[in-house]
């Protein structure tokens, strides 16, 4: 449901919203968050604000100075939530 219209969400009725593995037509961007803590709460932040299915995912990425680290993948099948998420989101401007 979304808190905002308090309407309900099909997908999320169906348990489908959440991607479980990246699809390849899915364009996604890199974030680095300090703990998988505040990736729950990037999570929550999207089902209780967006209404369209998306993608997150932790994966292994080799940065500009070859050592690998942990980025989060984040990607939304509605492009335009992908420019909401980056204006609106509290957690990824700290």
Known sequence: ??????????????????????PKNLHC???????????ERVIKWIDENLKSRYYFGRHLVLDNESKFQYVFLVGFE???????????CPFIHQ
């Open 78 to 88: 509605a492009p335009k939530e992908m420019s909401i998420f980056n204006l609106s």
């Open 29 to 39: 961007e890199r974030y680095n968050f300090e703990s998988d803590e505040l990736g």
């Open 1 to 22: 449901m979304l808190h905002k219209t308090n309407t309900p969400n099909p997908l999320n009725f169906f348990n489908v919203r959440r991607y479980k593995k990246k």
